[in-house]
């Protein structure tokens, strides 16, 4: 009998780059390398491409998943050198230089490990059946049903008290995810919503905002957080500073030894990295992202990236580089260079350095908070350039015309074009 045909796989002598995560680092390292030598595949468990930071506005109905997602093998469609694979990374096998999907183990010349990060409960996983956070699709179309279905319920509800929780929403953690969600909740109730209703006055729910540092953005200005705050309560907004919660349930939620009974409540405090850490049996910080060296390899496995929220990265000031999408993007070209330098024999790049061009986060309609260094912004220009740079970075021609047309008509009508209630039976 002929022996089976070797597959193209088996005889290619260019390097094999896998690169597990089609996120923003592992997305950016797989294009770059697209005139590079190599033959690349990018893992995902998903097959989609999600721009996170509007994820928000998905679950308060504001735009559609499909928006903000594209698929992974559609935006690498032209790209010769790269194969997709969709699949669930189980472990790595690092002396062996393979990445295990379940049972199916893909080796690799060169790893790079793009996997992002997970919210995390600080030891209290059972708090996330009652205070979902966001981080998948799934996560925004189930908060967005049980945000309205908790005004469904309280218009079919006869008892004062039940209304009152139903209508009040707790957001957990004031980073720019629990601003952005606290701002487009009160604006779903007071505006999108006011007059669609006969027996509750939605313009009346409660939404409390929680922060257990001394302000809001932490990670902005001075002046920029206390804007920001000064914004949300001008929504009408609850800003709590100072206190944690120490219990959510079923019922609601304790906050400083009160308890507040709310039907809703959105966990956007803390994150936790993905399992890399576990996989190459590596050192890790805190939040389980793996510490790598100046030029994003594992010590001992120069192998092998790390990248984006996985990665623990320090800037020249010794802080770690914050868990955002321009981080990730850099180190994703970064370690493309390295690859392509490595290949093409030629001397390394010089050490990652993380450049920080602007931190920016929206509280409503008309307001937001932008900080480019010397200049800081708030109110109506830093909303208008949020809008430029997040319709600027979507991936996509058609998701920034849907995002922009979305948005124009949300501006004009006050709608919210995605009031769908999925996933949840009655
Ligand atoms: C709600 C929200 C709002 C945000 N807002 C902003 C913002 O306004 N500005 C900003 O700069 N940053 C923002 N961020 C942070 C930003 O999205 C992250 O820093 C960025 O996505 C990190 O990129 P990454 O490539 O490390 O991971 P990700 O982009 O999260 O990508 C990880 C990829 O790995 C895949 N994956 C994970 N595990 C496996 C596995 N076992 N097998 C196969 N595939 C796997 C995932 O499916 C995913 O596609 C926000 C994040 C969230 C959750």
Redesign the pocket.
């Given at each position: 009998m002929l022996p089976a045909p070797a597959s193209p796989a088996a005889t290619d002598r260019r390097q094999h780059i896998v690169i597990?995560?089609?996120?923003?680092?592992?997305?950016t390292a797989a294009l770059a390398l697209r005139n590079v030598p190599v033959r690349v595949t990018l893992?995902?468990?998903?097959n989609y491409?999600?721009f996170?930071?509007l994820?928000?506005q998905v679950a308060t109905a504001g735009l559609s998943p499909a928006d903000i997602a594209s698929p992974i093998r559609g935006i690498l469609r032209r790209q010769r050198n790269t194969t997709v694979l969709l699949?669930?990374?189980?472990d790595i096998d690092v002396a062996g230089k393979a990445v295990l999907?379940a049972e199916r183990r893909v080796t690799y010349d060169q790893l790079v490990i793009?996997?992002?990060?997970r919210h995390a409960y600080f030891n209290h996983d059972e708090w996330e059946r009652f205070a979902p956070g966001?981080?998948k699709i799934d996560d925004a179309t189930d908060i967005r049903g049980r945000i309205l279905l908790a005004f469904e319920r309280a218009e079919n509800s006869s008892d004062d008290r039940e209304r009152r929780r139903l209508l009040t929403f707790v957001i957990v953690g004031g980073g720019?995810?629990g601003v952005e969600m606290a701002g487009a909740i009160a604006e779903l109730a007071r505006r999108a919503l006011s007059t669609d209703f006969r027996n509750i006055d939605p313009r009346a729910a409660r939404v409390v905002l929680v922060e257990s540092g001394s302000r809001v953005l932490a990670a902005f200005p001075e002046t920029l957080s206390a804007a920001a705050k000064r914004a949300l309560e001008r929504l009408g907004v609850e800003v709590l500073l100072g206190t944690r919660v120490s219990r959510c349930g079923p019922e609601g939620v304790i906050i400083a030894n009160d308890w507040i009974e709310a039907d809703t409540i959105i966990w956007a405090a803390g994150?936790m990295a993905?399992?890399a850490a576990k996989w190459l049996g590596a050192e890790q910080d805190h939040a389980g992202r793996v510490v790598v060296e100046c030029d994003l390899t594992l010590n001992g496995h120069p192998e092998i990236f790390v990248?984006?929220?996985?990665a623990l990265v320090k800037a020249a000031d010794g802080k770690p580089l914050p868990?955002?999408?321009?981080?990730?993007k850099q180190q994703?070209a970064y370690v493309a260079r390295v690859i392509a330098a490595r290949v093409g024999h030629r001397p390394a790049p010089a050490p990652f350095r993380y450049r920080h061009f602007c931190t920016?986060?929206t509280i409503g309609r008309k307001s937001a908070v932008a900080d480019f260094g010397k200049l800081r912004l708030s109110g109506f220009i830093a909303w208008f350039l949020w809008g430029v740079v997040h319709v600027y970075f979507l991936v996509g021609f058609r998701n920034r015309v849907a995002v922009l047309m979305g948005w124009l008509w949300a501006y004009v009508t006050f709608e919210r074009g995605a009031r769908l209630i999925t996933g949840h039976d009655l």
């Open positions: 597990i995560g089609g996120g923003f680092g592992g997305l893992i995902d468990r998903r491409h999600l996170q930071p994820l928000y699949g669930k990374v189980t999907i793009a996997t992002g990060a966001l981080k720019p995810t994150v993905s399992a990248i984006g929220d996985t868990g955002i999408a321009p981080v990730a994703g920016m986060a």
